[in-house]
């Protein structure tokens, strides 16, 4: 028999015939084993405005395979007249924490309304775990700590969703966009909002937040984060037609403008997508049928979920050298690879709508044409998703999980959880763009 073209699938998450419906995935690997839990939110109907409780199912390593433990309600992730929305969980590996973050969102005001209106109706809130996800604290509400009087100018807020990311500093990152205002008086209305995506961030394991500088100049929303040779790699949605791509010289502290990836194109209305860095393989070449690291026959390295270690002479001192909106250092980026790191992504595929799951590989991520094809994890409906590396299978290759909405006439049927390996990846993506290392201005490059 022949290698199956999809990975096997797991329904995490099911609609309901009573209206109740699972979206917005999110998923963060801890270890040891590691264990996997999978987030979503739990809607009283698909809309929006329906969002009702944040859910949680816990994975456990069986036998080379994933036992998902029931389904639980976060209760403690919640407000008191709001609803839970956009799940962003991050771990802390010196502390063993796992904090979950999300917005409350007053009652059930859309997001259309607080853009058209430019009155926030979003709270930022976050939950922790000691323990891997068995328990969960009471919620905390950073809004006043981590933005401030950004509110001001804001007309709503969100994290990820998804998960975020731990730098070799220690520094803790959580993806967020915001619908900055900016213009406000318009024959005594609202006139122009545009959204941006940024980065709150924490320096002292967790015990207070800040928040970073936005994406400059083009229209950038939900997104997720990655390092990439000493810089911070963000990706985001765009109504331009295809996604953002933006770096960061102070680990998120601001961001340099930012540049379309035509090779990554969004759909009609535009859809999250999930993106994750990973140890590249020491070898140049194509891995090695039944060698998981190709002709040098290395092990791969120990991976900690979540963590993101820039290589030596990285950016990991720089955050001081520019503040929110500036420039930070003049860090030239490394050329080929991005350093030792490479990335995927995941998102449909289908320009019109949100159809078939595609898993993207990019050997060199500073370089926005080296994105490859997609390979298709799930053919049908699909819709967000977010990306883990979940460490070696016992056979030594690499692996990789993901969650995402999917169904069979709708996006938001179910969520989906699935494994794959970089030989399967490698396999199915088809021929690799050419490393553009030694074309002068091929990359987005800090100046």
């Known amino acids: 028999m022949g290698t199956p073209r999809t990975p096997a699938r797991t329904v995490l998450f099911q609609s309901e015939r009573t209206g109740l419906t699972y979206r917005v995935p999110a998923l963060l690997p801890v270890p040891p084993g590691p264990v996997l839990l999978a987030f979503a939110e739990q809607r009283l109907s698909p809309n929006d405005s329906h969002a009702h409780r944040l859910v949680q199912r816990r994975g456990t390593w069986v036998g080379g395979s994933v036992q998902w433990g029931p389904l639980r309600v976060l209760g403690t992730a919640s407000l008191e007249g709001h609803r839970s929305m956009n799940p962003c969980p991050v771990h802390d590996a010196h502390t063993s924490t796992v904090f979950l973050f999300f917005i409350a969102v007053w009652g059930q005001t859309p997001e259309a309304t607080q853009i058209a209106t430019g009155r926030n109706a979003a709270r930022l809130c976050c939950v922790t775990s000691h323990d891997g996800g068995h328990s969960w604290g009471q919620v905390r509400d950073l809004t006043e700590e981590a933005v401030g009087s950004a509110q001001q100018d804001w007309a709503t807020f969100a994290v990820g969703p998804g998960h975020g990311v731990q730098l070799g500093s220690g520094r803790l990152l959580v993806p967020a966009y915001t619908y900055r205002v900016d213009r406000r008086e318009c024959f005594g209305r609202l006139c122009r909002t545009s959204p941006h995506a940024f980065a709150f961030y924490s320096d002292d394991h967790g015990h207070s937040w800040s928040c970073g500088g936005l994406v400059p100049n083009l229209r950038s929303g939900e997104c997720q984060l990655a390092a990439v040779g000493g810089l911070l790699y963000c990706n985001a949605r765009s109504p331009l037609g295809s996604r953002v791509q933006a770096l960061s010289t102070d680990e998120g502290t601001s961001f340099l403008p930012g540049e ?110 080296s994105w490859s094809e997609p390979w298709v994890i799930h053919e049908g409906p699909s819709g967000y998703s977010d990306l883990a590396c979940v460490g070696p299978l016992p056979q030594g290759a690499p692996a990789f999980a993901c969650v995402f909405e999917s169904g069979a006439r709708l996006s938001y049927e179910e969520v989906s959880f699935c494994l794959f390996s970089l030989q399967q990846l490698l396999r199915h993506v088809g021929p690799l763009p050419p490393r553009q290392g030694a074309k002068p201005g091929g990359h987005c490059q800090p100046s």
């Open 260 to 369: 379309l990836v035509p090779s990554l194109a969004e759909t009609a209305r535009g859809c999250q997508g999930s993106i994750l860095g990973f140890p590249a393989p020491p070898s140049s070449r194509p891995l090695a049928e039944g060698d998981p690291w190709g002709p040098r026959g290395h092990p791969p390295p120990p991976l900690y979920p979540g963590v993101q270690r820039p290589p030596e002479g990285g950016a990991g001192d720089s955050r001081g050298s520019g503040g929110p909106g500036g420039r930070g250092g003049s860090v030239e980026p490394p050329r080929g690879l991005g350093g030792d790191t490479w990335l995927l992504y995941s998102h449909p595929v289908g320009r019109r709508a949100r159809l078939h799951m595609g898993v993207h590989l990019s050997r060199d991520p500073l370089d926005p044409q």
